[in-house]
């Protein structure tokens, strides 16, 4: 695999104990390109030929961005609380690196969107949601589909998630699982004004264009909950498919389906008084 770069959060304790330990593992088998604990390595430019993520949900949206244009095969570990994107445990990660080193495993591929915003570019790969500023605020807002007015939402905003990010904010507002392998995109409105406003599923491929209605004068733009800015009457959201997806390395410790029934409870037969 050639060298990796090890990402995690110095903040969490358990995560830099965790790094110390694996560390001489990592040196021997594959060589460390950089270890960045506290968000100041230039990931990008790194010659790592993969990288481990010592964190949950969120270091992996992070990591994902940080990436930019050319995301390098990355392995979730989980010291967070939920765990959905991560493949192993932290007592796992043993086990995850014998199968690396031994070339078993695979690489799964995650659709990412690219936003663009004036000049500026992020990557997501959950969502990117154009909401109000201010809360509990009605915004309206137009969504062109390849450039052709589409869709006009009234409410607290759009969510435009990919199919991992179907399971994240999307879910939360009514919108439907997508399985990650698909190449769609789902738009779903959050808290829509009318019953009419539904949750829609389009292909991969189109482009999507969100803007403030007429006499709307400001609003917000979040990349994976993480990266925010403010949108002004006349700007333009451009949301597309990222030409290079997100590689998320698989051992074959879970499946994704198991993820769902653990995280969402899916418990199977009801249980009876």
């Not at 969107?113 to 959950?126: F, H, K, V, W």
């Not at 009234?154 to 507002?173: F, K, M």
């Not at 808290?191 to 539904?198: D, E, G, N």
């Not at 051992?251 to 009876?272: D, E, H, Q």
Request: overall charge neutral.
């Amino acid at each position: 695999m050639g060298p990796v770069l090890v990402i995690g959060d110095r903040r969490k304790p358990a995560v830099e104990a965790a790094v110390e330990e694996i560390r001489p593992r990592l040196e021997k088998d594959f060589g460390v390109a950089d270890i960045d604990l506290d968000c100041c390595v230039d990931v990008p430019t790194t010659k790592a030929a993969w990288a481990i993520v010592f964190g949950g949900d969120g270091a992996i949206l992070a990591a994902s961005r940080r990436m930019g244009e050319n995301p390098i095969p990355t392995l979730a570990v989980n010291f967070g609380r939920l765990g959905f994107l991560t493949e192993a445990e932290s007592k796992e990660l043993p086990a995850a690196l014998d199968r690396i080193a031994a070339g078993k495993f695979g690489l799964k591929q995650r659709m990412r969107l690219r936003m663009q915003l004036g000049d500026e570019i992020a990557y997501a790969l959950n969502d990117v949601v154009f909401a109000s500023t201010m809360t509990a605020r009605l915004i309206h807002v137009v969504a062109r589909i390849n450039r052709k007015e589409a869709l006009r939402y009234a409410g607290d905003g759009l969510v435009v998630a990919t199919p991992t990010g179907s399971t994240a904010y999307s879910l939360a507002a009514g919108g439907p699982i997508l399985d990650p392998d698909l190449h769609a995109t789902v738009i779903t409105p959050l808290a829509a004004h009318t019953l009419s406003q539904r949750p829609l599923v389009i292909p991969s491929r189109e482009r999507i264009e969100l803007l403030l209605d007429e006499g709307e004068q400001e609003g917000t733009v979040v990349v994976d909950g993480q990266w925010r800015r403010e949108v002004r009457a006349g700007d333009v959201v451009d949301v597309r498919t990222a030409e290079k997806p997100f590689e998320m390395i698989r051992v074959g410790l879970k499946s994704y389906y198991a993820r769902l029934r653990r995280i969402l409870g899916w418990g199977g037969r009801p249980k009876y008084s």
